[in-house]
């Protein structure tokens, strides 16, 4: 890869605040959705879709499902990625034949292309002088963006991202050692003495500090399994999109 290539993709940041001033067109939207769109997918059935949400009424009504984070308010135009087995449905049904992906596995299918085809949206708009922020709080919410969107049977959110261009300079946020996340040729096992190597960092920045501080915690996992992603959270999730999947 070209050397310059890996240092913008190592320093890429996170943007929550946007300059309001700034229009991101139509057409920049549509240049980027075409280029993203050659994205990998499965047998090229391309199963995503993407809503585009620009009215201040609407996008304040989906910055709540988003749990009212900063950059979906912020943002000058709020995207959701949706997993899409409908307009395929619908090819089948009108060349006289049945889908296959009317189950769990062809949801599966359309969740992976979904987030391939919006991170590579992702990467070129921030290519292009753009801001953006994942949301993941769309599957968290999906029974509210099926109903406010109108998203259709066999159409559900995966991912939401809030895009704009950048009110100011980002840092790049704390990442794991490339140790912690590759395995050569079989997985290896994790010890106790690796992982409290390769999560020193993040324990020990400042921030990391000052959340222990605040939610009266002893550790920075406790705030994450106990506070920000706890088990009945994580069962509710899976339990809402089971049920939205197999319907």
């Not at 979906?72 to 949706?82: G, H, I, P, R, S």
């Amino acid at each position: 890869m070209i050397p310059d290539i890996n240092k913008i993709f190592a320093s890429r940041a996170t943007v929550r605040d946007f300059d309001a001033s700034r229009n991101v067109s139509d057409e920049l939207l549509d240049e980027l959705i075409a280029a993203a769109a050659h994205a990998p997918n499965t047998g090229n059935m391309q199963l995503y879709s993407v809503v585009v949400t620009r009215g201040e009424e609407l996008k304040n009504e989906l910055a709540g499902l988003h749990f009212n984070q900063p950059a979906a308010k912020n943002c000058n135009v709020l995207l959701t990625f949706c997993a899409d087995t409908a307009r395929f449905d619908s090819w089948c049904r009108a060349s006289e034949t049945a889908s296959g992906l009317n189950n769990f596995g062809g949801a599966v299918t359309a969740i992976v292309d979904t987030a391939i085809f919006a991170q590579q949206f992702a990467q070129l708009a921030e290519l292009n002088g753009l801001g953006t922020c994942f949301l993941g709080t769309a599957t968290y919410s999906a029974k509210g963006f099926i109903e406010k969107l109108g998203l259709p049977e066999g159409v559900f959110p995966v991912l939401g991202l809030a895009v704009g261009y950048p009110a100011k300079q980002c840092e790049a946020s704390d990442r794991l050692p490339v140790e912690a996340i590759r395995h050569n040729e079989t997985f290896g096992p994790y010890n106790e003495e690796n992982i409290r190597r390769w999560y020193s960092e993040k324990e020990n920045l400042p921030e990391s500090k000052k959340f222990l501080e605040i939610n009266n915690k002893k550790t920075l996992a406790q705030i994450y399994a106990e506070i920000r992603y706890p088990e009945p959270l994580n069962k509710a999730l899976g339990d809402d999109l089971l049920g939205i999947m197999n319907k």
